[in-house]
Nanobody
């Protein structure tokens, strides 16, 4: 079992920055690829960024390229968000994929609101 807990969300003005964290506990050695997703009101959950198990390979949605940076260490995954826009407002979720079973673990989400 793996537990994922996000933090770092909040209210920020346009063009501001936030850093989200996702702390993994439990059988974290079983987690390979991790990622950040977001869901805005009335919209489907969408991919933001993913990072490989060793952290050497990253992928970003076109909408966040050049503004967001995903990174990870042994226990924690981060999402540095710069130049935030109102359309970035959403609940942000982290996930991790089991290398053994392919099961996808999800955190509970953290709200990010970009507004003046």
């Amino acid at each position: 079992q793996v537990q994922l807990v996000e933090s770092g969300g909040g209210l920020v003005q346009p063009r501001g920055s936030l850093r989200l964290s996702c702390v993994a506990s439990g059988s974290i050695f079983s987690i390979n690829t991790m990622g950040w997703y977001r869901q805005a009101p009335g919209k489907e959950r969408e991919l933001v960024a993913t990072i490989s198990g060793a952290g050497g390979s990253t992928h970003y949605a076109d909408s966040v390229k050049g503004r967001f940076t995903i990174s990870r260490d042994y226990q924690t995954m981060y999402l540095q968000m710069n130049s935030l826009k109102p359309e970035d407002t959403a609940v942000y979720y982290c996930n991790g994929i089991s290398i053994h079973t392919g099961y996808v673990y999800w955190g509970q989400g953290t709200q990010v609101t970009v507004s003046s």
